[in-house]
C-alpha cells in the first residue's frame, strides 16, 4: 500500500477499554501525541513479511511441573498493602444491585 | 583512594584482610551519598540503620560478603516499598523476595538504597519518575538516560558500588553509556524475573551497572541463572563468567552493521566509536562489515509489542488489592477509572492506550500480529549476521546525553533515543554497554557490543579486553 493513511486511536473510546478516566486537557493532548506516534509505527505496514515463513518454529517447548500443592506467599503477607480489607477479603463497591 | 570509589574486587580484599570493616563500607556510602545525592537524585529510598545492621552480620569470605548494591525501584525487596517510581505504589511495600535479591543475600551482598527510574521502567531520562528527574553526575542538567538512570547515575557517581537495573529496550545501556559506566542486559532468560514488576513480559530482563566489566562479570555470576519460579528463564547452564575474561580477542570477529552508523549520529559518538573499532583491529581482531536490513523497523515493532504487554500488565494497578486507591468511589468502575488516572504519569497512560489500541479488535492484526512477525524478522537479521562474526560493535546511543525537559514535549523523539538499543531486546539477544570516550564537553560516550543468545562470555571478552587499553573506566565525574 503506497502511503497509506494512518489510522487514528479513539483516546476517548480506548481509555475507558483500560479504565482510565482521563481529564479532556489529557483527552486532547494524548489525541495528538499519540496520533504522531502512530503515524511512525504505521511504517511497519510497508515491511515485507514474506521470509517469516521460511523461518521456521521457534525453539520453544512448554514446561511443566507436577501438579503438587507447593508453599506460597502467605495469606496475611498478601493482604498487607490491601486499602480494605475484612475476613481475608479484599473489599470493593459493590459490583452488582 | 576513597573507600566509596573501589572497585568490588579491590573492596573484597580490604574485608579479608579486615583492614576496613562491612560497617565502615556502609558508613564511607552514606557519607558519599549525604555529599552528592542531593544534586544528583539517584536514590529514592536509604536505609542505613537497616544496611548496618546487615553489615553487623556480614560474611567477608562470600563472594559479595559485606559488599553494598543498589537495587532499581522496580524489584521487590521483601520489607522495603517498591513504588517503581509511579503514584500508584507510592505505598506499596514488598511482601516477597525478588529471586535475584534472593541471590544477592546468599552471596552476602548488603541491600543499600533503592534507585530512582522512570515510571513502569517507560522511558529513557528517567524524567517520568513521580520523584522526579535523576541527573547525570557530569553535568546535573543534563539526564542520566532511562529507565534505569538513578542505578546508573548512583555508580557513576561512586555512590554505589554496583547496582541492579532493567533494560526492556534500553534502559540499562543507555543511560550507563550517558553516565559512562558498564551496563550489560543479559540474555533473555538469563536472570528470573520473578519479583520484578513486569513492564514487557518478553523483553524485560534485570542486568548491572558496574564500574568495570570484571565486575559485571562476577555479579552475572551470582544473580543468573534457572528459577523454577520463572517458566521464561532458560535452563542453560550459567558458566563463570568471570573465568574467560581476560582471553583478549586476538582471532575474533567483530562485525560492524551499517545501519547503524547513520545520519543523525552525533559526529563525535561516531568518532569516539570508530577508534574503538580501531583499537579491536589494534589488538587483533577482524572487522566485518553487516546488514542488519530490518533495523529501521524495531523502534516501531517495539513500540507495538512493548506498550501492548505493559497495557496487559498494568491492568493488575487497579486500587483492590495493592496501591492506591481513590477516595470515596462511586462504585467499582469509578474506583478503577480515577484510581489508575490518578496515580499514573502521563507516559504511563500513553503506553498503557496505544497498547490497547494495537491489541483491539480491528487493529491487532494490523499492528500486534504484524509487528511479532518483523521481530521474527529482526531476530534473524541479527541470527544471519552471528554467522560471520563472534559480536557486534555499535554506538549505544545517538547523541550524548541531552538537556533535562528537552524531549518531554516531543514522545517520538525521545522514544529514538532507543535506536540502537532497541532490537537486542526484541531479539531477545545480549549486549553490554561500556565507556568509549568523552565529547569535546566532556559527555560520556559508550559503545555498544551485542552478542548472540547465552554469548555473554563473548562479549565480556571483548569488554574486558578494551577496557584494560583504554583510561575511560578510571574518570570520574567532578562531584
Known amino acids: ?97 | 583512594m576513597e573507600t566509596a570509589s573501589l572497585t568490588i574486587p579491590e573492596l573484597r580484599r580490604k574485608l579479608s584482610s579486615g583492614e576496613v570493616r562491612p560497617r565502615e563500607v556502609v558508613d564511607h556510602l552514606a557519607s558519599r551519598i549525604e555529599a552528592v545525592d542531593p544534586k544528583i537524585k539517584a536514590y529514592v529510598h536509604l536505609n542505613v540503620e537497616k544496611a548496618r545492621a546487615e553489615a553487623d552480620k556480614a560474611n567477608p569470605a562470600l563472594p559479595l560478603g559485606g559488599v553494598p548494591i543498589a537495587i532499581k525501584d522496580v524489584i521487590n525487596v521483601k520489607g522495603d516499598p517498591c513504588g517503581c517510581a509511579s503514584k500508584i505504589l507510592e505505598d506499596y511495600v514488598a511482601p516477597y523476595d525478588a529471586t535475584v535479591i534472593t541471590k544477592l543475600r546468599r552471596a552476602g551482598a548488603i541491600l543499600f538504597g533503592r534507585t530512582n527510574m522512570d515510571e513502569f521502567a517507560m522511558g529513557s531520562s528517567t524524567e517520568n519518575s513521580s520523584r522526579g528527574p535523576t541527573h547525570n553526575p557530569w553535568d546535573l542538567e543534563r539526564i542520566p538516560g532511562g529507565s534505569s538512570g538513578g542505578s546508573a547515575a548512583a555508580v557513576a557517581g561512586h555512590e554505589a558500588f554496583a547496582a541492579l537495573g532493567t533494560d526492556t529496550g534500553g534502559s540499562i545501556r543507555q543511560p550507563a553509556a550517558l553516565c559512562s559506566c558498564v551496563g550489560l542486559k543479559p540474555t533473555y532468560g538469563r536472570v528470573s524475573r520473578y519479583g520484578l514488576t513486569a513492564f514487557a513480559s518478553s523483553l524485560d530482563q534485570i542486568g548491572t551497572f558496574t564500574k568495570t566489566v570484571e565486575e559485571a562479570a562476577l555479579l552475572l555470576e551470582i544473580i543468573a541463572g534457572h528459577d523454577t519460579r520463572d517458566n521464561t528463564s532458560g535452563e542453560q547452564p550459567a558458566p563463570a563468567y568471570t573465568a574467560a575474561l581476560k582471553t583478549g580477542v586476538k582471532g575474533m570477529r567483530f562485525g560492524v552493521p551499517k545501519e547503524y552508523f547513520i545520519a543523525g549520529i552525533d559526529p563525535e559518538v561516531e568518532k569516539a566509536v570508530r577508534t574503538a573499532i580501531d583499537e579491536y583491529r589494534g589488538q587483533g581482531a577482524e572487522i566485518v562489515e553487516v546488514s542488519l536490513p530490518h533495523t529501521k523497523y524495531a523502534v516501531a515493532a517495539y513500540y507495538i509489542i512493548a506498550t501492548a504487554e505493559a497495557s496487559s500488565n498494568l491492568a493488575r494497578f487497579d486500587g483492590v488489592r495493592y496501591g492506591r486507591r481513590v477516595q470515596n468511589p462511586k462504585d467499582i468502575l469509578d474506583l478503577y477509572g480515577r484510581t489508575r488516572a490518578e496515580g499514573f504519569g502521563p507516559e504511563v497512560k500513553r503506553r498503557i492506550i496505544l497498547g490497547a489500541y494495537v491489541l483491539s479488535s480491528g487493529y491487532y492484526d494490523a499492528y500486534y500480529n504484524r509487528a511479532q512477525q518483523v521481530r521474527r524478522l529482526i531476530a534473524d537479521d541479527f541470527r544471519q549476521a552471528f554467522k560471520k562474526c563472534d559480536a557486534l560493535l555499535t554506538p549505544t546511543s545517538p547523541t550524548p546525553a541531552f538537556k533535562l525537559g528537552e524531549r518531554m514535549q516531543d514522545p517520538l523523539q525521545m522514544y529514538l533515543a532507543d535506536i540502537f538499543t532497541i532490537a537486542v531486546n526484541l531479539a531477545g539477544i545480549c549486549g553490554v554497554s561500556i565507556p568509549c570516550g568523552f565529547t569535546s564537553a566532556k559527555l560520556p560516550i559508550g559503545l555498544q557490543i551485542i552478542g548472540p543468545k547465552w554469548g555473554e562470555e563473548a562479549i565480556l571478552r571483548a569488554a574486558h579486553a578494551y577496557e584494560r587499553a583504554t583510561p575511560w573506566h578510571k574518570e570520574k565525574p567532578p562531584l
Not at chain 1, 500500500?1 to 489510522?7: F, H, V
Not at chain 1, 475507558?16 to 503515524?39: H, W
Not at chain 1, 514474506?50 to 506460597?72: K, P, Q, W, Y
Request: net charge negative; charged share 25%.
Open chain 1, 1 to 97: 500500500m503506497a502511503n497509506p493513511t494512518p489510522d487514528s486511536i479513539d483516546v476517548t473510546y480506548v481509555a475507558d477499554l483500560v479504565r482510565m478516566k482521563l481529564s479532556p486537557e489529557e483527552t486532547a493532548t494524548f489525541q495528538k501525541q499519540l496520533g504522531d506516534v502512530l503515524g511512525y509505527i504505521s511504517q511497519l505496514k510497508e515491511a515485507d513479511l514474506s521470509r517469516v515463513s521460511l523461518l521456521g518454529e521457534e525453539d520453544m517447548t512448554n514446561r511443566l511441573r507436577a501438579d503438587e500443592v507447593r508453599a506460597s506467599l502467605p495469606v496475611a503477607d498478601a493482604l498487607a498493602n490491601a486499602p480494605k480489607q475484612e475476613n481475608n477479603l479484599f473489599v470493593v463497591p459493590k459490583i452488582v444491585d
